[in-house]
C-alpha cells in the first residue's frame, strides 16, 4: 500500500454514516463516542440505534460479547478521533480491512495541535 491507496478530504462523517449499509463506528473513547451519538440523534437517528451503531474498542471487542474481527464482515467501519487508537486496534481493523475488503473512515486531527490553533478535522478513508 502507498498514499494512492487512501482518499484523504475534509468533511462530515455523521452524513456518511446515514448513507452506508452496515455502518459501525468506533473510538477510544467514551467522550468521542458520546460526541458522535449525539451528532446522530441529532441528524435523525433514534437514541437507540445510534447506541447500536456506535462503541468503544473496547466495548466492541471486549471478551464477554463474543465479538472478534469476524463481526466487522459486511460492516462500513468509521473511526472517530484515530489519532488516539492503540496499535492494538488498528492493527485489527487493518486485518479485516485486509481480509474483508470494506471501507474504513477515520476521523480526526492526524497532527497533534495546541489550544489555540483551530483546524480542520481529516477523513482518510482506506480502499482497495
Known amino acids: 500500500m502507498d498514499m494512492s491507496d487512501y482518499e484523504i478530504d475534509y468533511g462530515k462523517g455523521c452524513e456518511k454514516v446515514k ?3 452496515n455502518p ?7 467522550k468521542a463516542i458520546e460526541n458522535v451519538k449525539s451528532r446522530l440523534i441529532s441528524k435523525g437517528y433514534e437514541k437507540e440505534e445510534a447506541n447500536k451503531l456506535c462503541h468503544t474498542f473496547d466495548s466492541y471487542f471486549c ?9 466487522l464482515k459486511d460492516k462500513t467501519i468509521f ?17 479485516g480491512f485486509t481480509v474483508f ?3 474504513v473512515y477515520m ?22
Not at 459501525?24 to 467514551?30: G, I, K, P, Q
Not at 471478551?63 to 469476524?70: L, S, Y
Open 101 to 103: 475488503n470494506y471501507k
Open 79 to 95: 473511526i472517530e478521533e484515530f489519532s488516539m487508537v492503540p496499535n492494538k486496534w488498528m492493527s485489527m481493523i487493518y486485518k
Open 63 to 71: 471478551e464477554w460479547n463474543g465479538r472478534d474481527i469476524n463481526s
Open 19 to 21: 448513507k452506508t449499509e
Open 107 to 128: 476521523f480526526g486531527d492526524p497532527m497533534p495541535t495546541n489550544a489555540n490553533q483551530s483546524r480542520p478535522a481529516v477523513r482518510f478513508i482506506m480502499t482497495t
Open 24 to 30: 459501525l463506528v468506533l473510538s477510544y473513547t467514551n
